[in-house]
């Protein structure tokens, strides 16, 4: 995430060139990561295809960002304004491509352990009681999600560790989340290579997560709560 | 929000106690908060009918956290169960608290000023282009909401501050964002003093924004998003 | 409902006049109905604002439908095209113009009462063991909404009599239903007569309830149901 | 559907024969059909698996219907509720159940055609303007679900055939709605056949409309809508 421009910047550097302000400003709004992928327990075709969505979404997070520039703010209003629509669809693709970036960084772990002295161990035990209670929370979640996302996260409101169940990308979200765990239960996840066994993909999934990737999410979530208690 | 005390401690407490652990349960989840409000623009009907829904949906919240500790995992799916519907609950309540909260500290100053060397001037121009851009933009989320809010927030991905507009309390809602700025958009807020004038309602809310407690919110927000970059 | 002209009518008389055809466009896809609403338990001011807001939808259900005539359906995806956007707006627009002329229609009778040797009476009774029960669970669903409406309709999937829970216009919508009684539960509706007081204003409706009005709808849908039988 | 038996039916018989109430009372709320379906464009593995979906989806509303029998109704609120929980679940699993029967019933016809003398061909030509716009729309529709379903419907407040987005099962539901042509959009229906690739499933899909079908639903509609004017 550290590789984001501001969004002001990128204007800057528009005007400057003055060249195609469209594509400038869809390149910078966020930027494609690459990602590596090799897990035992998805095939490269789901993975190809998943990283192709994951790049759609980045592109229209970037258009609508764009479109949003010279959107009518004076018309906006809760039936017919083409301002609430935008705002929308910036939410649901923005979500999306963040969700997608957590969730590719966080899997395909094939040698995954964690150990009892992370803080990650530490943390998710005392806010579920033992880490086992995390994991089938977290897994019953997963299991919850009509189409959409399970993910553990830092919640500024009550300053502890929680999980939750996000309908599509951005139904169901907790105002004030800091995401650590995430985990893609959209059907497009899994039904290549387990058709509706959404049980059998989610184990495998857990199997691999990769603990040195959360890890350092958790310890700058610990940061983060302490930074808030201050 | 640093009075909340952890699930833990509360269990520690309950059992220690061995007293009606339902209700202590209940208790300490979120605890609400008292607030002193005092707006030339709202009735005191309407003042203390919106604080008695705010204490509805801290209870409720309570109570629903309460329920998720016994809730069934195992069956837990996207169709029916009840640990799916409790879920949605939670976060709906826990938004509606938390929201609530940050909503009421920061509206009905008589005497709200910004200074342009304040952070949240600054910040908020910075991104948004001008201070009135944010706030037009902010204004126009607004109007936008189907019953629900309007949020200045930090967004935790593209580590810039931006607004956004949720329907109800959970829909629409920005992973990965922690809210400075909050408008209460639902039709409880606005239809006893201004009926359909909804207009009306957000100008004078905005005349009133305390900025001495927006501006705390901002300085801990960029403390933060130098915290996930370094 | 029996005004309404058919669309291509429409635009066969826009093509013959060759006049401005975005206005008549508009004037034809819905007409707004007059209503004369008198109730002991709704102020005059309530009623105003209430028939405005139902104006309102009409008129961007018609300016929804003018746009989608051009709107470029070649682009349509689930994540950033104006035709999606159109289309939601639509039923969003659409749902609440014909749900408020329902409610309209069927509440304010100050002589209400309901008999026994009526359809209406004896097709809830049935469906729902007793008339009380109907009404019980009706008042549920109404008690249940976070700002919507409930709904008593036929059915065409079960063929029988059932309430539905509706959050704002169109969502929790039962596919393959016909309206038989509507009572409108967003804040709007009672806000400003009864503050938060949502189950005081709902036993005030239920007991105004236009059960002559109703009669016809049932009447219409007992034959509608020996249609889908036959 | 004309299998659906009453539920007061069901409980008369229940009553009587004093067997185990919540096994029959899942029995008869819907019962599950069975489907005949081969299509060149559809692996047996998608199909089987698609019923297995269907099935669930029977199995989940009945259960659901059979605990709202003794819900508490007392306690409904649209915050934190058995009942509403259970109502939402209601119209989830009822629409996920109802638009399946619809569409596997509608598709997977290897020598589909449509006549111009058909009912189907004149109405859908006349209220979209010519049979290829409607065509067009209905796959715009279809593109446009976040997973969903893409409905021709007949709208009783329009008096006409439009279409409509569903998000997942219930939403963006028009209200007044009778279905004639209905596709899968979920991402269960395609992903094993064709990944991501929606719109090669789409047209290989409406090249299959089973018109015989659509038919016999248009035919009812059009009793319908004179029935309504009537």
């Known amino acids: 995430m550290d590789a984001l421009f501001n969004k002001k910047v990128k204007n800057i550097i528009k005007s400057t060139l003055d060249i195609d302000g469209i594509d400038l400003n869809e390149s910078f709004s966020a930027q494609e990561k690459k990602f590596d992928i090799h897990s035992d327990y998805l095939t490269s075709a789901n993975i190809a295809n998943h990283k192709e969505l994951y790049s759609k979404y980045v592109k229209r997070f970037n258009l609508v960002s764009a479109?949003?520039?010279?959107?009518?703010?004076?018309?906006?209003?809760?039936?017919?304004?083409?301002?609430?629509?935008?705002?929308?669809?910036?939410?649901?693709?923005?979500?999306?491509?963040?969700?997608?970036?957590?969730?590719?960084?966080?899997?395909?772990?094939?040698?995954?352990r964690?150990?009892?002295?992370?803080?990650?161990?530490?943390?998710?035990?005392?806010?579920?009681?033992?880490?086992?209670a995390w994991q089938q929370d977290f897994m019953a979640c997963a299991q919850s999600s009509q189409c959409g996302w399970a993910v553990t996260y830092l919640n500024t409101y009550t300053q502890s560790y929680m999980n939750c169940v996000i309908?599509?990308?951005?139904?169901?979200?907790?105002?004030?989340?800091?995401?650590?765990?995430?985990?893609?239960?959209?059907?497009?996840?899994?039904?290549?290579?387990?058709?509706?066994?959404?049980?059998?993909?989610?184990?495998?999934?857990?199997?691999?997560?990769?603990?040195?990737?959360?890890?350092?999410?958790?310890?700058?979530?610990?940061?983060?709560?302490?930074?808030?208690?201050?």
Chains 1, 2, 3, 4 share one sequence.
Request: charged share 25%.
């Open 167 to 230: 309908d599509l990308h951005s139904n169901n979200v907790p105002v004030g989340m800091y995401p650590v765990v995430v985990m893609d239960m959209w059907q497009h996840s899994y039904y290549k290579d387990y058709l509706g066994d959404s049980k059998t993909y989610l184990i495998a999934m857990m199997k691999q997560l990769r603990w040195p990737v959360i890890e350092k999410r958790i310890e700058k979530a610990d940061k983060l709560i302490n930074l808030l208690r201050s």
């Open 114 to 132: 964690i150990n009892m002295d992370t803080l990650s161990y530490m943390r998710l035990s005392r806010d579920f009681g033992t880490f086992d």
């Open 67 to 112: 479109k949003l520039d010279t959107a009518d703010r004076n018309d906006a209003n809760p039936d017919s304004s083409q301002f609430r629509s935008l705002k929308l669809d910036e939410t649901h693709n923005m979500n999306a491509a963040y969700l997608h970036e957590l969730y590719f960084a966080n899997i395909g772990d094939n040698n995954s």
